[in-house]
């Protein structure tokens, strides 16, 4: 079993609240990942981390913000909440930092976060 | 066109049957392969990841074809509780950095 966590669980929000959303785990993983699903479609990256203090966007253009201040910690941010950020949204890790070259190198993901934004 | 490919049925197949799922990947630098399932309205559990050699996992045997560019993954003897969406995983050096690409996913619905 993975040792990812992510809180809440589910949210049901106004429009223009900011959010955060949670994410620890405790497997000493360098890398973690947040990914936003759609019903029925495909997992989209919007942000990763090699590393404390280390931030990228990923393939999806978001309006959400990250940080890693420490290693177990990565939440991400709504500044803003609108309708069309009404989603899930995944946190994974994986134990490679900035080599990155590790084999097979899994990613282990969080329960997620089911995001309704009215 | 995709850079991981998968048929998306959904397969459904009787219980104790054998069903074979593949998937086609078009980055030639792709380093390492897996196998997640996904419940409904769940997160992805890695299944197990795919060496060049095959792997088996009990009832779940994947194969790797780097020279095809193709992964499968092998059920045998199908249990109702296997009924998910079976997500091929690939990991590949792309721009600069170490990323992880999604196919949309293979639908099971094993019937009793």
């Known amino acids: 079993e993975a040792d990812i966590y992510q809180t809440p669980r589910y949210l049901v929000i106004g429009t223009g609240k900011k959010i955060t959303l949670e994410c620890s785990q405790t497997m000493g993983h360098d890398k973690m990942y947040w990914y936003q699903q759609d019903p029925g479609m495909e997992l989209h990256l919007i942000h990763y981390s090699y590393g404390v203090n280390s931030t990228e966007k990923g393939d999806l253009s978001s309006e959400s913000t990250v940080s890693r201040i420490r290693t177990e910690h990565f939440p991400l941010t709504l500044e803003s909440a609108r309708p069309s950020h009404t989603s899930q949204y995944l946190c994974a890790s994986s134990e490679a930092g900035w080599a990155g070259s590790r084999d097979p190198d899994e990613q282990y993901f969080g329960p997620g976060t089911r995001l309704t934004v009215t | 066109r995709k850079e991981v490919e998968q048929d998306p049925g959904p397969f459904n197949v009787p219980e104790g049957a054998t069903v074979a799922f593949n998937c086609t990947y078009s980055?030639?630098?792709?380093?390492?392969f897996f196998w997640y399932r996904q419940d409904c309205r769940k997160e992805p559990k890695l299944l197990m990841s795919?060496?060049?050699s095959g792997n088996e996992d009990g009832r779940f045997t994947a194969q790797l074809n780097r020279a095809s560019q193709y992964i499968s993954l092998l059920i045998r003897d199908s249990k109702l509780s296997d009924s998910a969406t079976y997500l091929c995983?690939?990991?590949?050096?792309?721009?600069?950095?170490?990323?992880?690409?999604f196919g949309t996913g293979t639908r099971l619905k094993v019937l009793a």
């Open positions: 980055n030639s630098a792709s380093q390492s």
């Open positions: 995983v690939v990991k590949a050096f792309v721009a600069g950095t170490y990323k992880y690409i």
């Open positions: 795919v060496y060049s």
